[in-house]
């Protein structure tokens, strides 16, 4: 019996630009196949951090230069952006491998909403890096005229920084799910998601803010009942002590052993820790549910129980 899979793509997946991303979802595509051959059903979320920032960045270019014509775009509409395109290039890529194979499947993506909590403490401390780098002059500009928070980014320049708050609502979740169960391969909660607060009278307002497409994608996994929730990233195992001479590699965890070690802060935040979080927290949404963090080029064996990290109950 064929599995119902989510699975998260990391930023390795899809390149750090345009010409990249061709290749990448080349290589994407042949292991997402390789999934769909075996029977599973598959439903692709994908992280948006360089496509969004490029995004970002275009526009303000754009602004700078005709400040009379343009104003500054919102995070949320380059959000929306950079999933149209991404899930383009994969659902085209997918569809041509699957195809070649004679898998004659639907492939569509979902520009998808996500709503989160207006009172989520994210928004009160923003940490997360978007967008070009500034020198002082222009981040104090951007501060002053459009109530950007900035930082100082590791001596590099300054940067915009926005909240990521944690998702409650897929809103087209019911699309998606209609959209699998009538046998489509879908891209959806792209860069975790166009990120929305609900408002009076049905209104979506856009968010500035980025949503951890690892969480996103957890929260899609659960709702639409899968049994395995796969986050890909640039290391075929979780480990402890990492890149130290006593580094482990581990192959199965409870959620109680991963929490442990996350508590003693084995998990880098920002890298390996949220992919860690989002796989206990789908763990232990109900029995038999099971994350794998492995690499991309390995999801097949890590299904199959082969490698990777998995975290089950």
Known sequence: ????????LGGNALGKNLPEQMVAVKKTAKAIADLIEEGHEVVIAHGNGPQVGMLQEAMSLLTKA????YVPCPLSVCVAMSQGYIGYD??????EELLDRGIDKGVATVLTQVAVDQGDPAFKHPTKPIGAFMDKEEADKMAR???YDIVEDAGRGYRRVVASPQPKE???LSTID????SDHVVVACGGGGIPVFRQENHHLKGAAAVIDKDFASELMAEDLDADVLIILTAVEKVAINFNKPDQKWLSELTPDEARKYADEGQFAPGSMLPKVQAAVKFAESKPGRTALITLLEKARDGIAGKTGTTIHL
């Open 66 to 69: 005709e400040p009379e014509k």
């Open 1 to 8: 019996m064929g599995k119902r899979i989510v699975i998260a």
């Open 90 to 95: 994969l659902q085209n890529s997918l569809r």
């Open 178 to 181: 209609a959209l699998v169960k």
């Open 170 to 172: 897929i809103v087209e």
């Open 145 to 147: 005229e459009h109530g």
